[in-house]
């Protein structure tokens, strides 16, 4: 016996264009992550993310132990035109973040942050190991 599904066309469209980004072949767009490289170097490590179109001031960076995140937000700036009507946006316009764990703490007070150019760059030092301390019994 066949099975027969019912196929209504418009149904994709309204759940592709309303519940996720779709570009132009009509795929699902993922949302955009912050795309990073993660080096160590001695006793320090060194990150370089990539966060086009981002202000400085929208960028927040969390040091917590050996998890480090980063948060930042992208503002759609509107500016309409009088004679003018958008055909198709497809720049992503929100919150992105991203958290990583390292194999050290960081030394919080000593880290340091740039933005350049779209591409933050992070110098983690680690946290230098503080001997045990042994206590008396009193």
Do not use: W
């Amino acid at each position: 016996m066949a099975n027969i599904t019912r196929f209504d066309p418009f149904d994709d469209f309204f759940r592709g264009f309303f519940v996720r980004p779709v570009d132009l072949n009509g795929e699902p767009q993922q949302t955009p992550s912050i795309k990073m490289d993660v080096r160590e170097q001695g006793n320090e490590y060194l990150v370089h993310a990539e966060l086009p179109g981002i202000k400085k001031e929208d960028i927040h960076i969390v040091v917590d132990g050996n998890l480090v995140s980063i948060s930042a937000e992208s503002r759609q700036e509107k500016e309409v035109k009088e004679g003018e009507r958008v055909l198709r946006s497809e720049r992503y316009f929100g919150k992105v973040s991203r958290s990583f764990q390292l194999s050290q703490e960081i030394d919080d007070g000593k880290a340091e942050a740039k933005f350049t150019d779209g591409v933050l760059e992070l110098t983690l030092p680690k946290r230098t190991a503080s001997p045990n301390k042994r206590l008396n019994i009193l």
